[in-house]
Nanobody, 123 residues
Framework: QVQLVESGGGLVQAGGSLRLSCAASGRTFSPYKVAWFRQAPGKERQFVARIAWSSSTTYYADSVKGRFTISRDNAKTMVYLQMNTLKPEDTAVYFC????????????????WGQGTQVTVSS
């Protein structure tokens, strides 16, 4: 019932910026929380940022706080992740996820996922 499609990934030098987009479709998103996760090869899927669709209340992982900004556009049903001052350790596949409940930082708290978009930060 909910579809998420990420875009905007690519290759960037350390210190650069990228803006990821998550296009959402389905039923009303007012009750949903939307999050970005990332996963590097051989590593666990890691929480990045979360936003409440209705209120725009945000929450960030310590590793990205101050560098990344999550936002949403209700009219376009889009969620964005603005990534600044990128570091090589930010390299991962980035996923958009949505949850109707009280999910926060655990991947298993989110029921809907996009296909992921690759972000590679070179040094």
């Amino acid at each position: 019932q909910v579809q998420l499609v990420e875009s905007g990934g690519g290759l960037v030098q350390a210190g650069g910026s990228l803006r990821l987009s998550c296009a959402a479709s389905g039923r009303t998103f007012s009750p949903y929380k939307v999050a970005w996760f990332r996963q590097a090869p051989g590593k666990e899927r890691q929480f990045v940022a979360r936003i409440a669709w209705s209120s725009s209340t945000t929450y960030y992982a310590d590793s990205v706080k101050g560098r990344f900004t999550i936002s949403r556009d209700n009219a376009k049903t889009m969620v964005y992740l603005q990534m600044n001052t990128l570091k090589p350790e930010d390299t991962a596949v980035y996923f958009c996820a949505a949850d109707r409940g009280a999910g926060l930082v655990r991947p298993d708290e989110y029921n809907y996922w996009g296909q992921g978009t690759q972000v590679t930060v070179s040094s």
